[in-house]
């Protein structure tokens, strides 16, 4: 039989997400990593991106995050995000006013605009709207 992790999401809110899952793809700080079971046990920094997952006997399903820490041991994959939304959760409206807001930001950078701010809340629409699968 094929084995399983599971996959745990926690935010300052509550966990999201507790899931049988065969495989997941993280965005470390360090570049996508996937996870298999069986995998080594690790501890990493993540950025802000796309969480793809495979539920056990189900279609790939993705969420959105924001930077936090990944744990990965005895087949048990732990995120842990300062917010973190599963795709069906996302407003994509929402996302989309978001990204407007940081490029008009970015493009007009006027003293009172803080750069690094402006380019981290353009990324996580932007992730956002990738967990929606509506930008690649
Ligand atoms: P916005 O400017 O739209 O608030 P943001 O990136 O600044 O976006 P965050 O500070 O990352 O928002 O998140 C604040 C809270 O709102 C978190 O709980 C987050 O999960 C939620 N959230 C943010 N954007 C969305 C969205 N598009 N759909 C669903 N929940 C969202």
């Known amino acids: 039989m094929q084995k399983e992790i599971t996959l745990e999401m926690i935010t300052p809110r509550g966990t999201i997400l507790q899931q ?15 996870i298999l079971a069986d ?17 056990v006997g189900a279609a790939e399903k993705k969420a959105a995050i924001s930077g936090g ?3 990965v041991r005895d087949n048990k994959v732990v995120v842990l995000a300062p917010t973190a939304e599963l ?3 996302i407003d994509l409206e929402r996302a989309k006013a978001a990204y407007e807001r940081a490029q008009q930001r970015l493009k007009n950078p006027t003293q009172d605009i803080d750069v690094d701010r402006a380019r981290a809340a353009m ?14």
């Open 87 to 89: 795709a069906d959760h």
């Open 20 to 34: 049988t899952v065969s495989y997941v793809q993280l965005p470390t700080k360090l570049g996508l990593i996937g």
């Open 123 to 136: 990324f996580r629409a932007l992730s956002r709207m990738r967990a929606k699968n509506t930008v690649r």
């Open 69 to 71: 820490f990944l744990e």
């Open 39 to 55: 995998h080594a046990p690790l501890i990493s920094a993540l950025d802000i991106g796309v969480v793809t997952y495979r539920p």
